[in-house]
């Protein structure tokens, strides 16, 4: 059997795609040993479009987190990226899957004490039958068109023959209507998309609390779902927080979140499922506190907050005590500008402005983090500042970023960095703005390649498996795992596609290539996880397939080892062993 490389499940040979997920089938798909023929190719229908601006460069993965976890009546429910999973109680076994994007509405029942799902299913076959019922209609209108166009090489009345030209100019019409449309449901995901939701057949999934629920109150559990799965159904939504000065401290909701300047996901909190708002607090030592709300609706748009923290007016040493204990856990912002071709550094009063390939960094004082990335492509000005007197003030770089447009970047240089006198300080400004304004005419990168960290950000204790590599964010894991490879005496490869189709890093040596997919999850890893990069090897050329996680694996997965596919299953306790064998003992 050929497994789609999108969603994990079976494909039908004689479909071009999933008709779970709309994913193209690959040409000779990898399955277990007795896999079928390959699939036959087909255009993608992809089920939305792809965002706008952004190119093959890997996205920066949220996936791996699972957004929410409860025991219901029937089993664990696990809302993860793409899935609504519902597993045994003792989450060995994998009871079903829901993938997001067929699920028609969420909603918490008529009394409010149940969770109900709208899923729409049959969803490929409803799709084909219509593009086959409409061009059964096309090729009605073409032979019909024959017909009448016969009739009028017979016809000898003037009036007969006006009345067989309108009509054949109606059936033209519409062959030329029915073509277009067929044609669009062959390359316009958004299209595609549209059609395959109205088509689909629609059926109630419900699940219900146990009686004994006593965690919190149940209808606030219910509204938490409710919202949770709305939220990811309707895309996430982003928030950007900019200070002056910068590297402010930001909490939302009570939880660390990163420094400013900063553009992160709003997270799934409790409180702001129950209240509809996110709680932000903006910290800096030194400095009095900012706190504001913002919404949390799951259909509300990216927000922007820019703000100027005010000097404290007398020491605050518990304040800024609380706020370095803050800054430990924040997200690793270390920055390795060896991998940077920088062409121009000015030091300014707040970072050091650093001109690279594809973007404009911003750097913290000792350039060792940092603090701003603007791609160029995603500039849309860049200005010099006047003052009210001669002189220039700064520069001004407008840009966009994250579905927010009209965000500003002012630079203004430091005053005591030696860059000579005013005439100096405006040549320099100018030149500035030169390179940057070429820079964007010239670059097309809109996603920018993972900032790479320091060597020494890789090296691990024991301290990191204990606490389930919480410092290393999914992108960064899966450097850490090559990293493994590599001292295991393999070449090693991250995939840099945002669609590398269950396959994170390929390592090789004389004897074999290895597709391995990197899970770093709370929740077990299911059957269909390890079936998509089974159906990913043959792109990769690999010989066998190896699926890691910090977790574990449902007994599917397990199944699908030991019925012999070629595939390895690392579960967290073997890969803490093999992090102990090669990379600590070897640190």
């Known amino acids: 059997m050929v497994f789609c490389t999108g969603c994990g499940s079976p494909l039908n040979v004689r479909h071009g795609f999933c008709s779970e997920c709309g994913t193209a089938a690959e040409r000779g798909g990898q399955g277990p040993p007795d896999a079928g023929p390959p699939a036959h190719e087909a255009p993608d229908p992809a089920a939305g479009p792809k965002p706008a601006g952004v190119d093959s460069a890997k996205l920066p993965d949220v996936r791996a987190a699972i957004d929410r976890k409860t025991l219901f009546a029937d089993g664990m429910l696990v809302l993860t990226h793409e899935n609504v999973v519902l597993y045994s109680p003792d989450e060995l076994d994998e009871i079903k899957r829901i993938p997001l994007e067929t699920i028609a509405s969420c909603s918490r029942g008529m009394t409010k004490r149940s969770l109900v799902l709208k899923l729409m299913v049959n969803i490929g076959a409803n799709f084909a039958k219509y593009v086959d019922g409409r061009q059964g209609v096309l090729d009605e209108a073409a032979a019909e068109i024959q017909r009448q166009k016969e009739l009028l090489r017979r016809a000898r009345s003037p009036d007969k023959k006006r009345s067989l030209n309108s009509k054949i100019s109606d059936l033209e019409a519409e062959s030329r209507a029915l073509s277009k449309e067929l044609d669009d449901l062959q390359a316009d995901p958004a299209e595609i998309r549209r059609v395959k939701r109205e088509r689909a057949d629609i059926v109630k999934e419900v699940f219900r609390l146990p009686k004994d629920y006593s965690a919190r109150a149940v209808s606030e559990e219910y509204k938490i779902w409710e919202y949770a799965i709305r939220r990811r159904m309707a895309g996430l939504s982003s928030m950007r927080v900019y200070t002056s000065p910068p590297d402010a401290v930001v909490l939302v909701d009570g939880a660390v979140s990163g420094s400013t300047p900063v553009t992160l996901e709003k997270p799934l909190t409790d409180a702001a499922a129950l209240t509809g708002r996110h709680e932000v607090q903006v910290l800096l030592e030194g400095h009095k506190p900012k706190t504001f709300s913002m919404s949390a609706a799951p259909d509300r748009g990216p927000e922007n907050r820019n703000m100027r923290l005010s000097t404290r007016d007398a020491p605050d040493r518990a304040f800024d005590s609380t706020v370095s204990g803050y800054r430990e856990v924040l997200p690793d912002r270390t920055i390795n500008l060896e991998q940077y071709d920088l062409e121009l550094e000015t030091v300014g009063t707040e970072g050091i402005l ?9 750097l913290s004082a000792d350039r060792e983090r940092w603090l701003l990335e603007i791609p160029y492509a995603d500039m849309t000005e860049v200005k010099l500042e006047k003052r009210l007197a001669r002189g220039i ?41 030169e390179r940057l304004r070429r820079n964007m005419r010239e670059s097309r990168t809109h996603a920018l390649q993972p900032r790479p960290h320091l060597p020494q950000y890789y090296e691990i204790t024991e301290q990191d498996i204990a606490n389930g590599f919480d410092r290393f964010d999914p992108y960064s894991f899966e450097r850490l795992v090559a990293r493994l490879f590599t001292s295991k005496g393999y070449r090693t490869e991250v995939t840099q596609g945002s669609g590398d189709m269950g396959v994170d890093v ?21 059957g269909p996880d390890v079936h998509k990069t089974l159906g990913s090897m043959v792109s990769h050329r690999a010989t066998r397939a190896l699926v890691v996680t910090t977790s574990d694996f449902t007994n599917q997965a397990y199944d699908i080892l030991r019925g012999g596919s070629p595939v390895d299953l690392w579960n967290g306790q073997r890969l803490a062993n093999e992090f102990r064998e090669h990379l600590i003992q070897k640190g």
């Open 354 to 362: 650093a001109l690279a390939r594809d973007q404009v960094l911003v």
């Open 506 to 526: 390929v390592a090789s040596n004389s004897s074999e290539t290895i597709a391995i997919q990197v899970k770093k999850w709370r929740g077990n890893v299911g």
């Open 393 to 433: 003030r700064g520069i001004v770089i407008s840009y966009r970023e994250g579905g927010l447009s009209g965000l500003k970047y002012a630079f203004e240089m430091d005053a005591d960095s030696g860059y000579g006198d005013n005439s100096a300080v405006r040549r320099r400004y100018e030149a500035i703005v």
